[in-house]
């Protein structure tokens, strides 16, 4: 069974702070996502990544960073908090050659 | 137009009865699909791949119409806990990037 799990359900961080979501996944998958759902806009893709130390954008990048050191371990990175990233972040990982994605349960971030 | 398209609904239905909701796309050169359920406040989850014969599971059944791009989801014999949104999911033609619908709203009621 597919365990994708994220380092905290809900976080309250203030603008301008620096904020680390975690992710990791124990199925040995080569392909691992975030994304931000907002309501009436669906999930968005920030970024993904196919191999450790490999990362790609995603359709909305700006504001954030990734890193993959490990392959089970996917982290997104907010330099400088604002209050429009308040959202829920949703990691999600698959095996190589298919978009069939398993997801973490969220992180429900509010920036103040 | 959208890579992915669904109706946001909501679809309001009665206990029992049969509904279905499309999803189109706008790359032909798509050739993954799937359906994901998703309950309020939690994440989503995949209900059933999408094969070009159609494949049905349990009271669930996904087609693929490729000439009209667009994927299907029918649900039949509605029960309350099928209440959620059903999102759709389709490759960036020629990729594994996943582009995800924003999603269609279903609530039965008794």
């Known amino acids: 069974d597919v365990k994708v799990t994220q380092s905290s359900r809900y976080l309250v961080k203030r603008t301008g702070e620096k904020v680390f979501l975690e992710c990791v996944q124990d199925m040995d998958h080569e392909n691992m996502f975030w994304y931000r759902q907002d309501p009436g806009l669906g999930l968005r893709l920030i970024y993904f990544?196919?191999?450790?130390?490999?990362?790609e954008k995603g359709d909305i990048p700006e504001g954030y960073s990734v890193s993959r050191e490990k392959k089970e371990r996917f982290s997104l990175i907010l330099e400088s908090a604002s209050t429009n990233q308040t959202s829920m972040y949703l990691c999600a990982s698959s095996s190589s050659g298919t978009i069939e994605q398993y997801f973490g349960p969220g992180t429900r971030l509010t920036v103040t | 137009r959208k890579e992915v398209e669904q109706d946001p609904g909501p679809f309001n239905v009665p206990e029992g009865a049969t509904v279905a909701f499309n999803c189109t796309y706008s790359n032909s050169a798509s050739q993954s699909f799937f359906w994901y359920r998703q309950d309020c406040r939690k994440e989503p989850k995949l209900l059933m791949s999408v094969y070009s014969s159609g494949n049905e599971d349990g009271r669930f059944t996904a087609q693929l119409n490729r000439a009209s791009q667009y994927i299907s989801l029918l649900i039949r014999d509605s029960k309350l806990s099928d209440s959620a949104t059903y999102l759709c999911v389709v490759n960036k033609g020629g990729s594994y990037i996943p582009t995800f619908g924003r999603g269609t709203s279903l609530i039965v009621h008794p």
């Open positions: 990544s196919y191999d450790v130390k490999m990362k």
